[in-house]
């Protein structure tokens, strides 16, 4: 459907051909980010606008709708104080989108007055009555906003700021890497040398990440490389799985190339050379060949903002699996190692949102299902307990209870209603989590990073 006549320029919004999750045409409204042109036809490269970056791609002019281009806006000029200064008009969209986890509570009494006892009621599976349980009021009321959340903040080590993207930066740049057994489709742009970007396949040795431009230049690697496991210690080990920890100051090659790696397929971080600063957790699986890397998550040796995760990854060969889970699990039971409550560098990702989420809701209602009456009385529990016993931070137990939207208001009182179909789908869920941490299995003592100086 492209005219030759017409010249397409990077700004450029029309509609492009591409393939739904139900494999038929579609045609979403798509931003030219950039044109090229080798022996044969011109190439575009496009975003399509509300749709994650990780579906960019190249597409030839015949998937483009050019009765519906668009041109970019000129530049508009506005006064400054030395003069005019040109502001680009081509729209771009606003990627500091913050991350709601909240849910908008229902009807509570006005801030500064004394909140009501919160209660919860859990129906029982094929029967109608119900057990409530009473949650005394507490610490738990103690929050500005009555005890619901706000957004949460977008300042973190590893927040990126995207105020500074270019062109560059906003395409993919690498086109493939063979990692181990597995050839890897990246969906974002990492600062890989430049030298780099424009080979067919990046290979990477799979136990110390090193990058190499050739399969015969891996071969010679590997022949030198005396790794068959991430550097660091293994602190954990349950059949085939493996966790290392890894010091971002004593082994700063493998943490650098970790993190160009995970750039790959993570938007939302900026990459820091400076790895001093953070412990890296890097889940493997063995075989009679070495340790191959699953995932990984990073976290300050010191947060001021309670994050026990910086970034979180599973790479894309085993995602759907049930690691995502087994990584933010095996963070939290970390924190409950070091007594502290943690939680996720925001923003998250769209699938870590969705991990975490599952992974919180599962946990709780593993506790709320779980709570016996004792001595005839209704069984009690705050939420404090609830996030001492989890070591989920109370601000993420809370939004949890929200975005299931359990949470009632009711004759001056908190209600949270467990249906049936809340705990038989709960029921289901745990019977296909197979993979979980065996505290047994963890072999870790916490430092106090505060006493090292400059770690």
């Excluded at 299931?404 to 179909?421: A, F, R, V």
Aim: glycine fraction near 6%.
């Amino acid at each position: 459907m492209a005219d030759s006549s017409v010249e397409i320029i990077e700004g450029c919004r029309l509609p492009v051909l591409r393939k739904n999750q139900e494999n038929e045409d579609e045609w979403p409204l798509a931003e030219i980010l950039s044109v090229k042109d080798p022996p044969g036809r011109k190439l575009y490269y496009v975003h399509y606008i509300d749709f994650n970056k990780r579906l960019d791609e190249w597409v030839t002019p015949d998937r483009l709708d050019l009765k519906k281009l668009q041109f970019p806006k000129k530049e508009a000029k506005t006064p400054t104080k030395n003069g005019l200064s040109s502001v680009p008009g081509s729209p771009e969209r606003d990627v500091r989108k913050s991350l709601d986890l909240c849910v908008p509570a229902a009807s509570a009494p006005s801030r500064g007055k004394t909140l009501p006892t919160p209660m919860v009621k859990v129906f029982q599976n094929n029967d109608p009555r119900c057990s409530t349980i009473y949650m005394p009021p507490g610490e738990d009321s103690q929050d500005s906003s009555d005890g619901i959340p706000s957004a949460p903040r977008m300042t973190g080590s590893l927040v990126s700021d995207r105020s500074h993207d270019d062109i560059v930066t906003r395409m993919k740049n690498i086109e493939c890497i063979e990692l181990g057994r597995h050839r890897l489709k990246p969906w974002y742009f990492s600062p890989y040398p430049q030298e780099l970007t424009g080979l067919p396949i990046l290979y990477l040795c799979e136990y110390c990440l090193k990058y190499l431009k050739s399969l015969k230049c891996l071969q010679r690697h590997l022949t030198k490389c005396n790794l068959r496991h991430p550097p660091g210690n293994e602190i954990y080990r349950k059949g085939t799985i493996s966790f290392f920890e890894i010091d971002g100051r004593k082994n700063k090659s493998y943490s650098q190339n970790l993190c160009l790696l995970a750039k790959c397929f993570l938007d939302h971080k900026t990459l820091y050379y400076d790895t001093d600063p953070f412990l890296f957790y890097v889940m493997t699986e063995y075989d009679s060949k070495g340790f191959h890397i699953v995932g990984y998550f990073s976290k300050e040796k010191e947060s001021t903002e309670d994050y026990n995760v910086a970034c979180i990854l599973t790479l894309p060969p085993y995602q759907r699996r049930g690691y995502g889970k087994l990584l933010i699990e095996f963070s939290y039971e970390l924190s409950k190692v070091e007594g502290k409550t943690g939680t996720p560098e925001k923003p998250l990702s769209d699938l870590g949102l969705l991990s975490y989420r599952s992974y919180w809701t599962q946990t709780i209602l593993e506790i709320l299902m779980n709570l016996e009456p004792e001595d005839g009385e209704r069984p009690q529990i705050t939420i404090n307990e609830i996030s001492e016993i989890t070591s989920v931070k109370k601000e993420d137990v809370i939004s949890t209870l929200q975005y299931l939207n359990l949470i009632n208001y009711y004759k001056g009182q908190y209600i949270l209603t467990l249906s049936e179909d809340i705990v038989e789908g709960h029921e289901r869920a745990m019977q296909k989590r197979h993979l979980r941490i065996d505290s047994k299995c963890l072999h870790f003592t916490p430092k106090d990073w505060s006493k090292r100086g400059k770690w």
